[in-house]
């Protein structure tokens, strides 16, 4: 087993880009949370309101609070406008993913949003194109005065409100065009403090990258963060890490990829993922060393049953399953075990999440998927929380709960339940699989028999290449399997 010396896995510079201190820092748990939680803040913008992310739907519903007459609109498309109109001194500039924009054009009286956007003149949509052919702007950041910021995996769009509950067949999980969607779990970080001052930097970088127009620093004297919101964490310090793919005179970052690798290899007890992805082949080949060590760390990962879309699943369900067959030939595979969400009636939890906790010290979150668009293509970023750092001695009692909260909402517990059987280093996947197998449960993930074509397809990473450049490659370069770590499963 590793080093049991607790240390840091940040390195700025190699792990991350900065490390930085958030006077309050809280990890948002599902979009019911969020979305309130952000049109609160919102309301208290002064100068910039600065949105980037992979897709925005002006049609979805912030809070779901009751509103009184006089109140802002509900609706985000509205509500961007009521602030436009009446906070005298505010910008707001929204940076979209160029190819998302599309989605536009079937979104009913979207259009009709955005061009009533435009014509305000302290608002600004911008489609974000800088970045190569294959790639895309994934990164789902909030920053309001830079002094308040969010980052994580949950999308403004529609389909991902959900309370933790994921009630079955709740009518609340409605899309704007009226039809009912499936349960959907997400996780993000709302921080302060520096950490949304670099937060906005890294905003404004990308800004003016997706634009050409640069942006100032906002000095506002100001405090968005809700009245009513308790922070998990406070005075403590995070780690911000990027990917970003070599773009004309713009170079390549993969702080992820390596903070991914530094922090398995360092787990000394348990990994647990929550991620919507795993088709990621140095990923898995860091937990595959792990796991032929003499006493390795428990490996529980949370995925979805299947990708999001067909295009999706083609790319990313047949590479899991090929990298899960093969690491189940790995000695000490029992000490790995992957599930999928559901609740009391059979609907599949949909897992958007993107978040690793490692032994209680260290909690990661962020919008980086354990595939290889996630290392190297897609632009990303991840916040990391490790008690290795100066000044986050005491974070872990709180790391601690976190995890204990998120395997109670999966599993339909209690939050003591849990703790009990955690305690003293109680195994989660003896928990889990003790757990009844009617209602809100975590299920094994079963693998699907695959074709030939899409072994073909899975094993050359063809739809999920591990750089711009590997889109071209032939296909003697690509492959899960293309070193020795792993075994080609039969």
Known sequence: MADTKTRSTLEPGTTCWKIAQADRARVVIDADEYFGILRAAMLKAERRILMIGWDFDTRITLGRAKRKRGDPPAQLGAFILWLANNRPELEIRILKWNIGALKMLTRGTTLVTAARWAMHDRIQLKFDAAHPVGCSHHQKIVVIDDSFAVCGGIDMTSDRWDTREHRPHDPRRKAPNGKLYTPWHDVTMISDGAVARALGELGRDRWLLGTGDALDPVSADNDPWPDDVEPHFRDVQISIARTRAEWEEVPEIREIEALFLAQ????????????????????????????????????????????????????????????????GETPGSDRLCVYSPVNAAEEDIYVHAKLMIVDDRLIRIGSANMNNRSLGLDSECDLTIDDGESGNAATGEMIRSLRISLIAEHCDATEAEVAAALADGGSMIAFINARPQTGRRLVRLDLPELTDAEKFVAENEILDPDSPDALLDPIAKRGLFRRTVLKQPD
């Open 264 to 327: 398995i290899a360092a787990a000394q007890k348990f990994v647990y993922i929550e991620n919507q992805y795993f088709t990621s082949r140095k990923i898995a080949e860091a937990i595959a060393r792990r796991l032929e060590e003499a006493d390795p760390p428990e490996f529980v990962m949370i995925n979805p049953v299947q990708a999001d879309g067909w295009l999706e699943q083609k790319a990313m369900d047949g590479a899991r399953a090929q990298l899960l067959r093969s690491l």
